[in-house]
């Protein structure tokens, strides 16, 4: 890998080639950070008002720093695709370790806040100080880590340079946080959407498992295109839903006015 500082590679950047690949690289890890950003909007949802643009706020920061400093070490990062550990016929690799534990992370902590909120109830986000706020930027740190690897890989796939590719990260960061906390404020209004956003999250943390044990390699098949489909499909019919249950109130209120 080339140095940052390779005057080779902002050349390379100032080409259409390296623009439209900057372009498309860019909204790739926009894609990619979705499941980022719900993960971090639920979090944070936890925390009194006041605390929650300052947990997404550190969380996306911190995604950036883990995505740069990732990327300062790429043939590391590459390293760990060779086998590790052997188990039969299995070798499993740094990268298939670090994808199953995140996966079983998400997954169970997405499915422990489903249970919170259909069998305990919804409750009201208390001032827990910073103790609580602490837990939260922890829970979020965890999971940046393993989202990293997941698009700091994706990108290595795409392109060989380190400038597009650490110009890339910044953008959709930036994008990220711009945008986190209309996200957030989405989710947290509407209960439906949220759990609509629970059941992405515990199928992203399934599609990290299965991931770790090479099914999309055997299977030839690209597990997470389906949830984002799935997802989307289902957001915007939800969204459909709620637009016709808000404009069908107004109407009734008109009515009896």
Request: proline share 1%.
């Amino acid at each position: 890998m080339m140095s940052f500082l390779d005057p080779a590679l902002w050349n390379s950047l100032f080409s259409i080639e390296g623009l439209i690949m900057l372009l498309s690289l860019s909204v790739l890890e926009i894609v990619l950070g979705i499941d980022n950003i719900i993960f971090i909007s639920i979090v944070a949802g936890k925390l009194p008002k006041e605390d929650q643009g300052r947990a997404r706020l550190i969380g996306l920061s911190l995604a950036l720093i883990f995505r740069i400093a990732l990327l300062s070490i790429i043939s590391w990062i590459a390293g760990l695709k060779e086998p590790i550990l052997n188990i039969g016929s299995f070798g499993a690799s740094g990268r298939d370790i670090i994808l199953f534990v995140g996966g079983v992370f998400l997954t169970i902590k997405t499915i422990m806040e489903i249970y919170e909120k259909v069998v305990i109830g919804e409750q009201e986000a208390t001032s827990g100080g910073a103790q609580v706020f602490f837990k939260a930027i922890i829970q979020i740190v965890l999971l940046d880590i393993i989202f990293s690897f997941d698009s700091i890989l994706t990108a290595v796939a795409i392109s060989q340079n380190l400038v597009i590719m650490v110009l890339a990260v910044i953008i959709a960061i930036v994008i990220m946080i711009i945008f986190s906390g209309k996200v957030s404020d989405f989710i947290n209004k509407y209960q439906s959407i949220k759990m609509l956003a629970l059941v992405f999250l515990v199928a992203i943390g399934l599609v990290l498992i299965l991931e770790s044990l090479h099914t999309e390699e055997v299977y030839h098949i690209d597990l997470k295109q389906y949830v984002y489909v799935a997802m989307v499909f289902s957001l915007v019919v939800e969204t459909l839903n709620i637009f016709r249950t808000n404009n069908a109130k107004k109407r009734s209120l008109k009515a009896h006015q």
